[in-house]
């Protein structure tokens, strides 16, 4: 059963920096690319970052870019959101997914479709 689940979130100022994490089983982790969505109130589903596991090509939303590095540790079947330089805007659930088009990591913007297995999410609050 493929799982993935999302921790880290929480409440922090502007300009503060948080880290998540999404630990995923399942499935052959180098086979896969893993997104980072996030949705905020009333708005859509918004791509932020993706990795390939396998060669680690990453692409980055513009909104993003600069602010966040998005990583992966093979040994541990885990992908991690470094958020620096947080700002209100970027308040919202974070989801990670999983996605065996490994064209995904090179695509902007995001297309959630290609995304086949989902986490719960983890709330992040920034607060200004």
């Known amino acids: 059963e493929v799982q993935l689940v999302e921790s880290g979130g929480g409440l922090v100022q502007a300009g503060g920096s948080l880290r998540l994490s999404c630990v995923t089983s399942?499935?052959?982790?180098?086979?896969?690319?893993i997104g980072w969505f996030r949705q905020a109130p009333g708005k859509e589903r918004e791509g932020v970052s993706c990795?390939?596991?396998?060669?680690?090509?990453?692409t980055y939303a513009d909104s993003v870019k600069g602010r966040f590095t998005i990583s992966s540790d093979n040994a541990k079947n885990t992908v991690y959101l470094q958020m620096n330089n947080l700002k209100p805007e970027d308040t919202a659930v974070y989801y990670c997914?999983?996605?065996?088009?490994?064209?995904?990591?090179?695509?902007?913007?995001?297309?959630?479709?290609?995304?086949?297995?989902w986490g719960q999410g983890t709330q992040v609050t920034i607060s200004s």
């Open positions: 399942g499935f052959i982790f180098d086979d896969y690319a």
């Open positions: 990795i390939y596991n396998r060669d680690g090509r990453s």
């Open positions: 997914a999983a996605s065996r088009h490994t064209i995904v990591a090179v695509m902007s913007p995001l297309p959630p479709n290609f995304f086949g297995s």
